[in-house]
T-cell receptor, first 114, second 112 residues
Framework: KAGVTQTPRYLIKTRGQQVTLSCSPI?????VSWYQQTPGQGLQFLFE???????NKGNFPGRFSGRQFSNSRSEMNVSTLELGDSALYLC?????????????FGPGTRLTVL | DQQVKQNSPSLSVQEGRISILNCDYT??????FLWYKKYPAEGPTFLIS?????DKNEDGRFTVFLNKSAKHLSLHIVPSQPGDSAVYFC???????????FGTGTRLQVFP
């Protein structure tokens, strides 16, 4: 079974631009969560989608948004990029949002904002 | 406010010895705790977990201990192997949620 895939793997943007990241979960998984990893803060929860609905949300500004499609693929959008948005963005999928240890992570998208 | 803390950013251990990674948390509503291992350029990989109703869970060379009164958990790796060299994250969640709160990670280096 293919794992979680994220595209693109690397991205360079400039301040003020917007960016869209994509995540394809493991086949059959309906829950997708997004995390931001930075050196000083570790992994921070952004949001979780289940059956096309946002079910949980972390403490990030409204510039960070996401959505999930009927095939469970998810996209994350960041508008008006800031230097501090440079990070590794990870998505994780799980079958039905059950016990936390069923989350499987993708390799991440490395975003650099110049 | 960091609800899950890993106060040691790095740890160096000799092969064959025990590695002990520590994690503290502040939210008493956390009821599930996990450890993830992360290699460079890869996403975190689930290692072991423990429910708040237990104080110990073992899986091969890996054992997680939970002290609820102290709001502290630890991961023991015995014996440590060079392939264990990675960044280890502890994470916590509240009941029936996929929202994981991660610590900042501890980089473990196991040397021959």
């Amino acid at each position: 079974k293919a794992g979680v895939t994220q595209t693109p793997r690397y991205l360079i943007k400039t301040r003020g631009q917007q960016v869209t990241l994509s995540c394809s979960p493991i086949s059959g998984h309906r829950s997708v969560s997004w995390y931001q990893q930075t050196p000083g803060q570790g992994l921070q929860f952004l949001f979780e989608y289940f059956s096309e609905t946002q079910r949980n949300k972390g403490n990030f500004p409204g510039r960070f948004s996401g959505r999930q499609f009927s095939n469970s693929r998810s996209e994350m959008n960041v508008s008006t990029l800031e230097l501090g948005d440079s990070a590794l963005y990870l998505c994780a999928s799980s079958p039905a949002g059950g016990p936390a240890d069923t989350q499987y992570f993708g390799p991440g998208t490395r975003l650099t904002v110049l | 406010d960091q609800q899950v803390k890993q106060n040691s950013p790095s740890l160096s251990v000799q092969e064959g010895r025990i590695s002990i990674l520590n994690c503290d948390y502040t939210n008493s509503m956390f009821d599930y705790f996990l450890w993830y291992k992360k290699y460079p350029a890869e996403g975190p990989t689930f290692l072991i977990s423990i429910s708040s109703i237990k104080d110990k869970n073992e899986d091969g060379r890996f054992t997680v201990f939970l002290n609820k009164s102290a709001k502290h958990l630890s991961l023991h790796i015995v014996p440590s192997q060079p392939g264990d060299s990675a960044v280890y994250f502890c994470a916590a969640s509240e009941l029936d949620t996929d929202k994981l709160i991660f610590g900042t990670g501890t980089r473990l280096q196991v040397f021959p």
